[in-house]
Every structure is written in C-alpha cells, then in structure tokens.
C-alpha cells in the first residue's frame, strides 16, 4: 500500500500564537489513525510536557524564541564598553511548564485538544500564561482516501518588558543598555492556524 499525502497550511491573524509544527502534526497523524481504527487512544491522555528552570532562550506557549536569556549586556551604543552581568533581572521566578493533551471526539477521527502554558516570571520580562484550544476531524470521501481538517490556537500569553533604572532615575533597557524611548523590541506576531490534509491511498 502506498500513501500520498498533500499538506495544506493556512496561516490567520488572531489574538494568539500559532501552535507548535509537532502539536499540529501529531494531532491529524492521531485522528486519521483513530479513523481507520488501527490504534483508538481512550480517555485523556498527554502529547507534549516540558519543564525549564534556567533557559538559554525564553520562547513563548508554542515554542516560538522570544529572546536569548542575557547573562550580560554591553552598550548597543559602544560595543566596546563595560560589560555588566544582567542573569539576576533574567532568573525565573517560577519554572516554564507547557503541556498539550487530547481527548477522543464524539464520532470516530475527531480529537478536542487543550493546553497550558504557565507563562515566564522574571525581574525585567513577563509572559503571562496561555491556554490552548484546539479541533481535529477526519473524514473519508472515498474509499481510497481521507482528509483531515485541525485548527487551534493558544489564547493569551502576552509578552512585556521592564526597563533598568540608574541612579539618576533614568529609564533603560537592560538588555542593550540604551534608552527605554530608543528600545523596540520585537516579539513574535500573533497567530492562528487552520491545516488540512487530504491523503490518498493506493494499493
């Protein structure tokens, strides 16, 4: 039997990040699997779990880098001045965790998805948490092939920044050692996503 399969991605503008490639993936790969029957997973069950307590990079809810975790900074207007250490402002206070889990639908290839994300803690950087939603269903149009249609998103996780402040009271960031009205940091764009996936099968 061979199979061949064409990837649809669509890619819409919303209040939320797009979910991970392997969330997405794993989520069409299960229903179309439930549909045929060949492996039926029961209850609620977890696809994804991580834990980080000191990061080399801080990425939002579906795994999207935010930033590098700074352990020092030099002046983005002199590379060749003091450098200074920045990891205390970038310790978090709290370990990431992100989990992704699914349950069984009503009728045979449809998956419910649902996620948390417990967001990032730190002196100089916020994320707040998020939660993940999301909608898988396969159907067969004919006898030799099968289209899956999966959409979601993670609903929350804004991102913000707090600048250091010198002796003179003077605002800055603490990641280029510039002015606070000279930063614009720039952080991943919010996304939602739709995928589908038609599969055809020969003998």
Known sequence: ????????????????FSADAFTRNYAIQTSMTSYTEQVKPVGFWLSSFSSEKKPMYFTNA???SIMANPMSAVSAYDSTSTRYG???????????QRLVGHINGFSKGELFSIGYDSGINTQKLNVNNAVYAGYTKTLSFTESSLTAISFGSWFG?????????DSYDRQYSCR????WGDYKPSYPKPLAFIDLRHVWIFD
């Open 157 to 165: 996780g804004k991102t913000s920044e707090s600048p250091c402040i």
């Open 176 to 179: 280029t050692l510039t002015a």
């Open 86 to 96: 920045m990891s205390n402002f970038y310790a978090l206070q709290n370990d990431h």
């Open 1 to 16: 039997m061979r199979v061949f399969s064409l990837f649809i991605l669509f890619l819409l503008s919303a209040n939320a």
């Open 62 to 64: 579906s795994g999207m």
